[in-house]
């Protein structure tokens, strides 16, 4: 499942959590790009919104269909800006050239959301609101359509405790790497009597270890916990010995 916080970050949204929300919804964005082969198909049977004539009709035009209906309405009565959206949206489509209409990225997705949201439904001869969701679900869909901040901020907190979590494992990993090449000295050493010649691991690394744990053990518990565990219940008994060692000393 997409975080909405993340997708927000990567592109560089800012503004309040209302704000960022508006700019996700307003994104188009969808799951995977759409390939143009299933789109021009779909376009044609069964939505009817863009057929290519077997031949030139009278005033030259090559195709039919309610989207082209709406771009000679557009291109005659639009403003600047929904022509340029639209007539880069139908070049896009109609380039034999192209193999994607890549909606995954906000300069394709953005343009035709904007059309959806601007005609989809206003004239029986237009694409209905539904015919529009319709080629968005060729591409898994819009992903935010739906989006509330009440869900962007729970993707925050979800990403934030991700990101946290890995930075704990990657510090305890660390701190692991260290107790490992003690560890193998020590049995070294031992296995060859030269025990007098260890190189000892400090307290306060050993103290480090049992913290990283400790903290990696809390954004367990806050991420997977049911209410009934405490947080020693994720860590591995064998740092709790450690942990009960360095107490005594």
């Given at each position: 499942?997409?975080?909405?916080?993340?997708?927000?970050?990567?592109?560089?949204?800012?503004?309040?959590?209302?704000?960022?929300?508006?700019?996700?919804?307003?994104?188009?964005?969808?799951?995977?790009?759409?390939?143009?082969?299933?789109?021009?198909?779909?376009?044609?049977?069964?939505?009817g919104?863009?057929?290519?004539?077997?031949?030139?009709?009278?005033?030259?035009?090559?195709?039919?269909?309610?989207?082209?209906?709406?771009?000679?309405w557009?291109n005659?009565?639009?403003?600047?800006?929904?022509?340029?959206?639209?007539n880069?949206?139908?070049?896009?489509?109609?380039?034999d050239r192209?193999?994607?209409?890549?909606?995954?990225?906000?300069?394709?997705?953005?343009?035709?959301?904007?059309?959806?949201?601007?005609?989809?439904?206003?004239?029986?001869?237009?694409?209905?609101?539904?015919?529009?969701?319709?080629?968005?679900?060729?591409?898994?869909?819009?992903?935010?359509?739906?989006?509330?901040?009440?869900?962007?901020?729970?993707?925050?907190?979800?990403?934030?405790?991700?990101?946290?979590?890995?930075?704990?494992?990657?510090?305890?990993q660390?701190?692991?790497?260290?107790?490992?090449?003690v560890?193998?000295?020590?049995?070294?050493?031992?296995?060859?009597?030269?025990?007098?010649?260890?190189?000892?691991?400090?307290?306060?690394?050993?103290?480090?270890?049992?913290?990283?744990?400790?903290?990696?053990?809390?954004?367990?518990?806050?991420?997977?916990?049911?209410?009934?565990?405490?947080?020693?219940?994720?860590?591995?008994?064998?740092?709790?010995?450690?942990?009960?060692?360095?107490?005594?000393?």
């Amino acid at each position: 499942m997409t975080n909405a916080y993340k997708t927000a970050q990567d592109l560089g949204f800012t503004g309040t959590p209302e704000e960022i929300v508006a700019q996700l919804v307003a994104s188009g964005l969808t799951a995977r790009p759409i390939q143009l082969d299933d789109l021009m198909a779909y376009l044609n049977i069964p939505l009817g919104m863009l057929r290519r004539l077997p031949r030139a009709d009278s005033d030259g035009s090559k195709w039919s269909g309610s989207l082209f209906n709406l771009l000679l309405w557009v291109n005659e009565n639009g403003t600047q800006q929904q022509k340029d959206g639209l007539n880069s949206f139908f070049s896009h489509i109609t380039n034999d050239r192209n193999r994607t209409f890549d909606t995954t990225k906000p300069e394709f997705a953005a343009q035709f959301w904007q059309v959806a949201q601007m005609f989809g439904g206003t004239a029986p001869q237009f694409p209905s609101a539904e015919d529009f969701a319709a080629v968005a679900a060729l591409g898994g869909g819009w992903l935010f359509a739906d989006l509330t901040v009440q869900k962007y901020n729970a993707d925050k907190v979800s990403y934030e405790l991700q990101q946290a979590a890995q930075s704990a494992l990657a510090a305890l990993q660390t701190r692991r790497q260290k107790w490992d090449q003690v560890s193998a000295e020590w049995r070294s050493k031992i296995e060859t009597g030269q025990v007098g010649d260890v190189v000892v691991i400090s307290r306060a690394d050993l103290a480090q270890i049992v913290d990283d744990v400790t903290n990696l053990a809390e954004l367990i518990l806050g991420d997977r916990g049911t209410g009934n565990e405490t947080v020693d219940d994720f860590i591995p008994d064998s740092v709790k010995s450690l942990r009960s060692t360095l107490e005594a000393l």
